[in-house]
């Protein structure tokens, strides 16, 4: 369990750095991190913590407080420290020293990673210059698990800044670290996370949490930043008869930070249960996305996935790693379930609530206008699936569905009159393929009516993971040529006959505007739960019946002017589906940075609670990311040629005058 490495290079190291010399020995604060138990049945790696105590042997070791100081929890300072000032960046006279970096590196067991942006070994500027690895990333660059693999890249490296892309997605022709971190903390325990909270608290570093890289925002960088990597916290546990502080008593599973939707989804089926978690492979279940609200396929029957949460173990903006459910900490525990990733703390585990194995049904077609008689009677067969969305959504179902303009059934080519709609998967769970085909009959009399051919693909198996797994291939990201916005569209804009018609014709519009729809039929109040409100989700998502992903492409090599005027008309086009749905708000997990009004937007009625908990426990604002709680109060000052914090390219700093 314990990280060992040799004492002897420690004590070295500390007295070359810091002139130690009375020679005692210092191991690693994690290898000497006490070994504390604190929740019921925590992970080995979560027993491994930081303590006043270890800290205090450190500072009789150091025999310098300057430097011993800078790695104290926030209330062992006696300092007021919620003055709040730009972060320090690489070269400012603040910034700590080399040798500083390598006794943290020493105290973490050589978990700290200094950044080389991915794609470096495709420069010839940078020392990891490598044709062939070049190739192998280049070919692997859409795929998911190229970046989530790697310490610092995230999945939409337009928020990074684009400074460092591989032949053929590159705007420019260099490398830069960009909006990348400085360094990043690989993660393996608790203590090495409360160290790096302490260490950027108290050096005023910009710190970011990395988990997958998957935000649609690129939540997970920031220029010049101490990042915490999260991706290796792996461990899962499953209990069969688990007693939640809510009072729930039954199957639950305890996944760790770093735990991803296929792994949970497995560890599930091997218990002969089911758990929520996205549709994408790879999306991080531990991390942003249960944080965020995180909707699934089985939404519409269970509810969001951060109402399944029981018990969660966070290390806070102070350092202090604690357990949070219904009864402790209950506060934090009510903002970390759907107030989103980056707020307080870095969460390290979650428990989350086990259902039955669930029998479950995929359906999977597309139909294009050339299946088609007309165009008329193409739109007529998508009309037909909005006017059937509160009957599948209310059968439990989910769909994921794309609407555009391209001879490739992706995305949507300017001026294109190729259009399609691809169902690419419909999930009905609990139902037979019959009860499936029967549910689709009124939308599918509509196509056959129209004479449009489509060809339905069934798949059914008693367990909702083997039919996920043929439904949903793995993703695709890392291109920084598309931007998105999106909308929540309520129950009352289905049942109203002239809202539905607005939406429709929204639909419509887009295509013929050259944008892409990428949309889902999905509620966040399931059909098979009671409704829930003791979480921070966004309370639009209980009555919304679609939640729509409206977006437009540019060229790889598009200029930033490009990039700006092709963003803004995203955002101005979406009013149409803001004005339908004037009341309801968008996800924040697959938002809008620019999204206008956007804390009442991402947050509705929680967000004054929410603002009010992160001055409590965040007074410094330690924790920053674009659109998080609190974002307002900070800029990022971008150096690319687009206005400040629509990216993470630039310094952070407060908003003047606040
Ligand atoms: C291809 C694709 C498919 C998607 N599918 C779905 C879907 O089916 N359903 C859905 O709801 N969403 C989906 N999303 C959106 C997804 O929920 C968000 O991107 C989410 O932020 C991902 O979280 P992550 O931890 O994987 O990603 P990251 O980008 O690494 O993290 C996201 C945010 O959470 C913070 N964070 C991560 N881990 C922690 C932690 N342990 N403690 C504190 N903060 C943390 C990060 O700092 C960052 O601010 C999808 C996104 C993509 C790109
Ligand atoms: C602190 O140092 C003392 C004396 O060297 C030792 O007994 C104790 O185990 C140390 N505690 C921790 C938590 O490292
Ligand atoms: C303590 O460390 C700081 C930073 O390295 C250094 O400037 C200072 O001189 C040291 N103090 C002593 C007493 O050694
Ligand atoms: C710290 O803040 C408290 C309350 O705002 C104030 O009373 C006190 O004087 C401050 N102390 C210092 C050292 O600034
Ligand atoms: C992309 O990179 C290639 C190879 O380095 C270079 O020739 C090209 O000019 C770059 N494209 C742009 C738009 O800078
Ligand atoms: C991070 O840690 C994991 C597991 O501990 C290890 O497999 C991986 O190689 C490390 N990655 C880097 C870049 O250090
Ligand atoms: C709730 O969390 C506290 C720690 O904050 C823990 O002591 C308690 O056992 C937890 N309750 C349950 C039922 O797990
Ligand atoms: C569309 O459906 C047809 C028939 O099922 C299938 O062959 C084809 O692969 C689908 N196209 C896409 C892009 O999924
Ligand atoms: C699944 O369907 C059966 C039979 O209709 C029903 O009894 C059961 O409650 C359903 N389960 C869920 C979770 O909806
Ligand atoms: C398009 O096709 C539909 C269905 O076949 C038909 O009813 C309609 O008249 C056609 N419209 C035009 C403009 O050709
Ligand atoms: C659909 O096709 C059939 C056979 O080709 C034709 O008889 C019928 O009129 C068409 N229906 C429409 C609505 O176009
Ligand atoms: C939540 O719902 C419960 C039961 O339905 C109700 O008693 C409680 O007042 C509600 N709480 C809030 C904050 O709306
Ligand atoms: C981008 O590349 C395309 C060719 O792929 C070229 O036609 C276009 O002019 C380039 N645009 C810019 C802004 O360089």
Redesign the pocket.
Known sequence: MKTMMASGLAALVLTTVVGVSNASVIPSLTAAAAIVSSAATPFSRERVQLTDEVLANLSLTIGNSSISNTFQFADAIHENGSQRSCKVMPGSPLWPSDRHWDLFDVLLGHRLVKTVPLAAPCFPNWPEYDVDKCTIITGDWMT?NTHMNDPAS???PLYEGRTCMPPGYNYTSSCELGGYPAYVVNASNVAQIQLAINFARNQNLRL?????????NG??AGKGALSIW?HWLKDMAFYSHYHAANGYVGPAMKVG?GIQVWEAYEYAKRHDVTVLG???VT??L????T??????PLSSLYGM?ADQVLAMEVVLANGRFITANSTHHSDIFWMLRGG???TI????SLTIKAYPKLPTTAVTFNFTVHDAPNASAFWQGVRSYLDHIEAFVDAGTYGYYYVGASPLEIGTDPGSTDYYFRMESFIAPNMTIAETKSLLAPWFEVLDHQNISYTPWYNHADNFHDTWAVAFPQ?Y?GTAMVKTASRLMPRSVFQSATLRERTFAAHQDAIEQSLFIAGFHVSGTGIAVSPRNDTSVLPAWRDALAHVIVGTQWTSNATWETVYNSSLRVTQWMDVLREIAPESGA?M??GDLLEPNQQQAFYGTNYPMLYALKQKYDPTGLFY?LT?VGAEDWEVQTTDPVPYSWNNNGRLCPVPGL
């Open positions: 998911s995230i999945m939409l970011v949490v990395k988990n997958t890289g998957h935000d649609f939540k997970a999260t930070a996205g549709e994408a999306v991080g531990g991390g942003g996305y944080a965020g609200g995180g909707h699934s996935a989103g990733g980056s703390g870095v969460v390290t993703e990201v996800y997990s697959e990311a998080a």
